[in-house]
């Protein structure tokens, strides 16, 4: 017994004791998230990552096309993939509701952050000890509460979770996936940097991969970390380091560009700008800053290479400075050095309590042999009285809801009853629940980076502020452009967060109500018909050259069009995931205008014969049928132009690393420098 007791305490036993017990005591805290179904907080953008699982989990093979948001889009453009497709496999095997699912994902990967964390820093060469207070730090302790008065306030002082805080309040259930995965790759990176292996340069091919898939944000603050971890790496290693980071980033791409191929990376590029005013600002009147930033930290690594500091502290040192300085100085309306960069905080804790370990222990371990019992003593207290905090806040944070009571759900479940598979204009929390309930195909939804419409970011403008009656008026035309059939409304009785439309009674002598529950008010959108396909005669299809006056007579126009009850009605169905068939009585020269969103990746056939499909100034989708009389016209989407490559690509990729993982010989004549 004593000896298999001396096994279990050293070496990789000890190190299994360590992880076992920060993932128990991270589970203990946000326990409740396991048996919890849904919360509190209808504020949570979580409400989105359910919708996805939900629809996922119910149409298995058949989600390329997205057709619940912005008037549709392909799926790659929602958001990245894994985190979603988890958690529909998890609902789907095991029977349970898809937020009953997401809350078990996310609850695994919050409690797997400070395992993560206490494995990395030892790959650093962090001593067990000094590793395993970094992660009991980081799993009691949000050093950002200490350092912004903001999040201090936000979580009710600097003796709560502000992870845990972001994961239930917030919904950020990818993000704080993302950095459970972060230390995985510096660890990855170590480990294949040191033992020069097919399999190890595999392993961190495929962690890189893994998290890429899982959140932008944590990507982001997964290159600076490895940025980083670069420049702190002793001067024969730097080369090396470079060559394998950038190796391994090609091939995880490779291996990722299937669920985010180039044209949803070229979507998101193109949404900075509207999505991110500080950052649009920071790179066009001060470019030099965020080179001039990195530039500093890499010097900085380079001289703490010559510092007597551990790799692990070298590290620390530089990544926390780096996020600090980014993070700090963020005001995302006037200045930002990367888009979003100030939740980053987030990760800025990682480094944080790396250091906080690293120093704790060293001061445990040159410290007087009297006085070490009460260090100890006082960190065991220290530690009861956190446990003891942060308990209390996931009690505060995640709390059952009776969904009976939630204004959000009501009005889902009437419009799928009443209304069920026309586009609705929702906003605020009603928005975000929407299709966590149902299959409502929403004007807006998630997520604006994905957006490819101007008119999108340009109709909250329109139809949430009381500006006068003739904007109201407009908002009325705008939504009858976009296929709206109803307008969701809250007033002081709601349960709705947010309430972005303001004095909503102002609809009711433009628009019939169709029903009134739990404070909201459904107005119904007039319509010719519930088809989304409308014939257009040459020089009705709206061509936009600016959102400002011109748009306007634009919109009009094309609504007056389509309104028309002298011309023949086109009728739209929907025949699977992304394919639809209409039918029209046609001139040569007609038009068909298709209330979905157009994507280079539409294919259009009438009669058979292959037809040209377009965007129209709305983009939405336009048809050249070039057909006379009765018209069959098939509607198909083909995926974006690069997504077959891209399947191809990721094939050979996951390929390839099967072979660097099991193939062949798993080390190479190359020994530890």
């Known amino acids: 017994m004593r000896r298999l007791a001396g096994r279990i305490m050293t070496g990789r036993g000890s190190n299994a004791v360590g992880a076992a017990t920060l993932f128990a005591l991270n589970v203990w805290i946000c326990w409740r998230l396991f048996r919890t179904e849904y919360t509190q907080h209808f504020n949570s953008v979580e409400g989105f990552f359910i919708a996805m699982a939900r629809h996922i989990s119910t149409h298995w093979g058949g989600f390329s096309w997205w057709p619940l948001w912005h008037c549709g889009m392909p799926y790659q453009e929602t958001y990245v993939p894994l985190v979603h497709l988890v958690v529909a496999a998890v609902a789907s095997l095991a029977k349970i509701s898809a937020a009953h699912a997401y809350h078990g994902v996310t609850g695994v990967a919050y409690s797997l952050g400070a395992v993560t964390l206490f494995l990395m820093a030892m790959r650093l060469g962090a001593s067990r000890g000094a590793s395993f207070l970094a992660a009991l730090a980081y799993s009691l302790f949000s050093p950002s509460a200490l350092l912004m008065p903001d999040v201090a306030k936000d979580i009710g002082g600097w003796f709560y979770c502000r992870r845990l805080q972001v994961l239930t309040v917030y919904g950020e259930g990818p993000h704080v996936t993302s950095m459970a995965l972060l230390p995985l790759v510096i660890l990855a990176l170590q480990y294949a940097l040191e033992r020069r292996t097919r399999r190890s340069f595999a392993l961190a091919a495929l962690a890189m991969a893994t998290l890429f898939l899982t959140n932008v944000p944590g990507t982001m603050a997964t290159g600076l970390a490895v940025f980083c971890w670069i420049a702190v790496q002793p001067a024969g290693r730097w080369a090396r380091g470079w060559a394998l980071a950038a190796g391994a980033s090609g091939l995880a791409y490779a291996i990722a560009c299937y669920g985010v191929p180039p044209s949803s990376l070229a979507t998101v590029m193109g949404n900075l700008g509207p999505m991110h005013s500080g950052f649009w600002f920071a790179i066009h009147k001060t470019p030099f800053l965020l080179p001039g930033a990195l530039i500093a930290a890499a010097a900085s690594g380079y001289l703490l290479r010559y510092s007597r500091l551990p790799l692990f502290a070298r590290f620390g040192f530089l990544y926390c400075g780096l996020l600090g300085a980014m993070v700090l100085t963020a005001h995302p309306q006037t200045f930002e050095l990367l888009p979003q960069v100030g939740r980053l905080q987030l990760e800025m804790e990682i480094p944080a309590c790396l250091l906080l370990g690293g120093l704790a222990w060293w001061i445990y371990a040159h410290s007087p042999r009297w006085l070490k019992p009460v260090l100890a003593a006082a960190a065991i207290a220290a530690v009861a009285v956190q446990i003891r905090n942060y308990r209390a806040g996931a009690r505060a944070d995640i709390q059952a809801v009776d969904l009976a009571t939630r204004s959000e759900y009501a009005t889902a479940r009437w419009l799928d009853t009443h209304l069920h598979g026309q586009r609705v204009y929702a906003t605020g929390s009603d928005r975000f629940w929407l299709d966590a309930f149902t299959d409502t195909p929403q004007v807006d939804g998630c997520c604006d980076q994905g957006?490819?419409?101007?008119?999108?970011?340009?109709?909250?403008?329109?139809?949430?502020?009381?500006?006068?009656?003739?904007?109201?008026?407009?908002?009325?035309?705008?939504?009858?452009?976009?296929?709206?059939?109803?307008?969701?409304?809250?007033?002081?009785?709601?349960?709705?967060?947010?309430?972005?439309?303001?004095?909503?009674?102002?609809?009711?002598?433009?628009?019939?109500?169709?029903?009134?529950?739990?404070?909201?008010?459904?107005?119904?959108?007039?319509?010719?018909?519930?088809?989304?396909?409308?014939?257009?005669?040459?020089?009705?299809?709206?061509?936009?050259?600016?959102?400002?006056?011109?748009?306007?007579?634009?919109?009009?126009?094309?609504?007056?069009?389509?309104?028309?009850?002298?011309?023949?009605?086109?009728?739209?169905?929907?025949?699977?995931?992304?394919?639809?068939?209409?039918?029209?009585?046609?001139?040569?020269?007609?038009?068909?205008?298709?209330?979905?969103?157009?994507?280079?990746?539409?294919?259009?056939?009438?009669?058979?014969?292959?037809?040209?499909?377009?965007?129209?100034?709305?983009?939405?989708?336009?048809?050249?049928?070039?057909?006379?009389?009765?018209?069959?016209?098939?509607?198909?989407?083909?995926?974006?132009?690069?997504?077959?490559?891209?399947?191809?690509?990721?094939?050979?990729?996951?390929?390839?690393?099967?072979?660097?993982?099991?193939?062949?010989?798993?080390?190479?004549?190359?020994?530890?420098?």
């Open 451 to 673: 957006t490819s419409m101007p008119v999108l970011r340009v109709l909250p403008y329109v139809v949430n502020p009381a500006y006068n009656p003739e904007v109201t008026k407009l908002a009325v035309v705008y939504l009858e452009a976009l296929g709206a059939h109803a307008l969701v409304t809250s007033g002081p009785e709601s349960t709705e967060e947010y309430r972005d439309i303001k004095v909503p009674e102002r609809f009711a002598s433009l628009l019939p109500v169709l029903h009134r529950e739990h404070g909201e008010t459904i107005y119904g959108v007039p319509q010719r018909g519930t088809s989304l396909a409308h014939v257009l005669r040459p020089g009705e299809d709206p061509r936009i050259p600016d959102w400002h006056e011109a748009a306007r007579a634009e919109v009009v126009k094309y609504v007056d069009a389509i309104e028309d009850d002298s011309r023949p009605e086109a009728a739209f169905e929907w025949l699977g995931p992304g394919t639809a068939g209409i039918r029209a009585t046609l001139r040569r020269d007609d038009l068909v205008s298709v209330q979905v969103a157009w994507f280079a990746g539409w294919k259009a056939a009438a009669n058979g014969h292959a037809r040209a499909v377009s965007a129209d100034g709305l983009g939405l989708i336009l048809i050249r049928p070039e057909c006379e009389g009765n018209c069959e016209i098939t509607l198909s989407w083909t995926g974006p132009r690069d997504l077959k490559p891209c399947a191809w690509i990721a094939a050979l990729a996951v390929v390839l690393t099967a072979v660097l993982l099991f193939v062949g010989p798993r080390s190479s004549a190359a020994k530890h420098p």
